[in-house]
């Protein structure tokens, strides 16, 4: 069945009534690229105003929590740190909390300087990374370069845009020698928006270390559940007076539903009205649709 | 039904009587890395006196035909330019004799010099590949450097040693701006044997390319068709008289079965006796199986 298609100030008070815990997917609900969604800015004080807790829940697994809060800043939107939650920082929650990774264990990293800062929050021991040992690699390739090593305990990957055939070889190499080693990626998008197009992302860079290693990977971001049983280790809340907003079927409301969460999906971003609402709708169907998150600006103005 | 083991000089003779043309895989076959496989060389000495026709047909895509008979020189084998057939050299027979390739558009490699030259040597125009330009990358990622180009026409991906994330969103922009634009693969093998141990192979370093460009490649390599296509434009020979001799099932003995010719499987290489003669074999099943191709040597002595 169709969902609902929310478009009065009746339907959106009864929807925020309904809800104490917004987890805001961030790009297509709050900006378009360098561009803040208009109304966005009162509807997040309003919130905050009421008490109502706001999670910003990002698949981008490049920026600390630290960097996420920057971005909200320079957009001119306020957020604490708490209130952000990218895929860096649920990798490190789940790599300590869930997993209890061994301080005796290294994590080689596929990734940024971001997710490092994460790792380290969380006193977890890593290598690989940023290290210009590994960034800076030139052909020809030395074979030997590539050795086992036993106390790399996993491999995590993320967007990395040094990647190269050194960073992919001793990945598989750990993964391969070693069957306790886990693969874990902290998304899988295989694309990623910016200045108007699609770029390679983060999923379509760690392809190539699943493929050679023939591994299952483990991967935290929208929509697998260990994104929120992350979320869910460090903040406390009611799942059924929560709401995940997003504009992408395939991760944000897939994650709400993994989740057993209601969702809302905004328009105006990557689904087109057909998939909800055509002859052949999606599988994926969210609990309610609206055209924009800053519509519920209305609800701010005087009656 | 289980295939035929053939142990005696009776059985081997039979089968040689059978074939003018020997298809041959080369790492498990012919050489195990830097060793010369016992027996071998008296046996292509004797096909090539008895006026057999040998093809070495392997998936390398990163050398050229030249290159490839470097390698047979160096190992005391002996090999003519013709008897040499890599996925780099198929790739260019492909583009040129089967795609028409327009000799106003230009190729964007993923690959190597050995790719290149075989390019060149059908006067296909290409770019990326060896220039300095797209190997010596260095974050921060410049995302005005990823402009649509419609004068490429394809793009071609082979082991490339330079993998870098300014290739990958080059090749993603081609094919994402331009529908015209093939993705062509010289092969997909997840990972490459070398140095006693496995790393990621040509495959796992362009399944990115497929993945975040949502494009269906075409795949030159064993065990696709098209690399036999490519095989007979260039050689005229009997395929009812021909034999695929390989040691893997998935590689060599599915391009035999995809291309209807007779396979014959060596032992000792990559695949373990029970996936054929166990209880649960695999669906791939070859015509014949041998223990070496070597042992095809007794045929040279004196009864």
């Not at 952000?84 to 994590?107: H, I, M, R, T, W």
């Not at 990374?129 to 491999?155: C, M, Q, Y």
């Amino acid at each position: 069945m169709a969902p609902p298609f929310l478009k009065t100030r009746e339907e959106y008070q009864k929807l925020v009534d309904s809800v104490d815990t917004f987890l805001l997917d961030c790009d297509g609900v709050i900006y378009h690229g360098p561009k803040v969604v208009p109304g966005v800015k009162i509807v997040l004080d309003m919130f905050r105003e009421q008490g109502k807790k706001i999670i910003f829940v990002t698949n981008n697994g490049t920026k600390s929590r630290r960097k996420l809060k920057e971005t909200f800043d320079k957009l001119g939107l306020g957020a604490t740190i708490e209130e952000c939650f990218g895929s860096a920082y649920a990798s490190a929650v789940y790599l300590a909390e869930v997993l209890n990774f061994p301080k005796d264990k290294q994590v080689y990293v596929v990734g940024e300087e971001g997710l490092e800062e994460e790792l380290d929050s969380f006193g977890i021991k890593h290598c690989g990374g940023s290290d210009p040992e590994d960034r800076e690699f030139k052909p020809p390739i030395v074979w030997e370069d590539f050795k086992p090593d036993d106390s790399v305990g996993a491999v995590l990957c993320a967007f990395d845009s040094w990647i190269n055939y050194k960073k992919m070889a001793k990945a598989m190499t750990y993964l391969r020698n070693n069957p306790e080693c886990v693969l874990i990626q902290t998304n899988t998008d295989p694309t990623f928006p910016t200045h108007g197009s699609l770029y390679p992302g983060s999923g379509s860079l760690s392809i190539g270390i699943v493929n050679a290693s023939k591994r299952t990977p483990l991967v935290i971001g929208k929509p697998n559940k260990h994104m929120m049983d992350a979320i869910l280790a460090h903040h406390k809340f009611d799942p059924a007076r929560a709401l995940m907003v997003g504009d992408n079927l395939l991760t944000d409301i897939e994650f709400g539903l993994n989740s057993d969460i209601r969702t809302l999906l905004v328009m105006g971003g990557v689904t087109p009205n057909d998939q909800i609402y055509g002859d052949n709708p999606s599988k994926t169907v969210p609990t309610f649709v609206m055209e924009s998150f800053g519509d519920l600006a209305v609800l701010a103005e005087e009656k």
